[in-house]
């Protein structure tokens, strides 16, 4: 998918103006393909977070007997990605769902997959052409739900959670330690009236913040306003279930690949893949193993495959992607 990676608005946050047309750009393409291309012919590769289409046409375009598989849970960025992938005709199918629901009630019709691919980074288009409040440059509604069918906005949580509750969500899903200032702010302020706009909420988050962090590198902004949209979308929650009945589904030799651009998200995979990949389950505390435990998966990247400089020279917000693999070695 194109990607701005979460965490991006502190470089659009001082960068300037909005693009008109955004420029795509598949994040870690190359190590994408390196680590997840098909290893024989008619494979079917499953692209959990399809957005408009970016790592999905590369893998369609190079390998002609490839099926794949794209989910999105926004049915706007799903057409987007209908259009852009049109060429491949029956070669590509689309669902519009959260890849969660998909993989817990995975369809009969299709085969099992040989490769998914989650890339869980937010694309350009939310931020710069869907409207919906996902970046406080541009004076938006507070909504920020990639899901149609989502009951709570984010100006829902802004303007009626009680203030200890936006305080923990801000600390937890943001990692900002001025949490607690910036919720009582935003209490304060809504008792004057609803917070609607992204703008209302940033210039309260701002004037909430010392001068010297209203001033540094990253936009005050920034993890409040991430912390809220996965907050909205139950992004953590997803993953986490994701994953697990993914691995489910997958075949035996096939590969899982993981884009995240965060250190919530990219700790919930680390934790999956490594004990996905323990040969036994026992407490630590026991000395003779009788789980009768085995290896479900075998970690391909010891470390994490971050980008090059090229790659963050030519699109700065790719700094914070990492991708992490692995292969399923039996059914749990």
Known sequence: MTRTGKGAEAEEGRAGGATADPVHFPVLRDEVVLHLKPRGRRELMIDSTVGEGGHAEIFLRRYSSLRLVGLDADPVILGVARQHLSAYGERVRFYNTWFNLFFKDYPTELDRPDTILFDLGISNFHFELSGRGFSFRKDEPLDMRLGEELETSAADIVNDYPESALAGIIFEY????????????????????????????????ARAVPPSYRNARIHPATRSFQAIRIAVNGELMRLEAGLSSALRVLKVDGRIGVISFHSLED??????????????????????????????????????????????????????AKLRVAVKLAEE
């Open 174 to 205: 943001g990692e900002e330690r001025l949490s607690r200032s910036i919720a009582r702010a935003i209490v304060n302020a809504r008792e004057r009236g609803r917070i609607e706009t992204t703008r209302e909420l940033a210039e309260i988050i």
């Open 267 to 320: 700790r919930i995979v680390k934790r999956f893949f490594r004990d996905k990949n323990k040969s036994c389950t026992c407490p630590p505390e026991q000395p003779i193993c009788n789980c009768g435990g085995r290896r479900i998966l075998e970690i391909v990247t010891k470390k994490p495959i971050i980008p090059g400089e090229k790659e963050r020279s030519v699109n700065p917000p790719s700094r914070s």
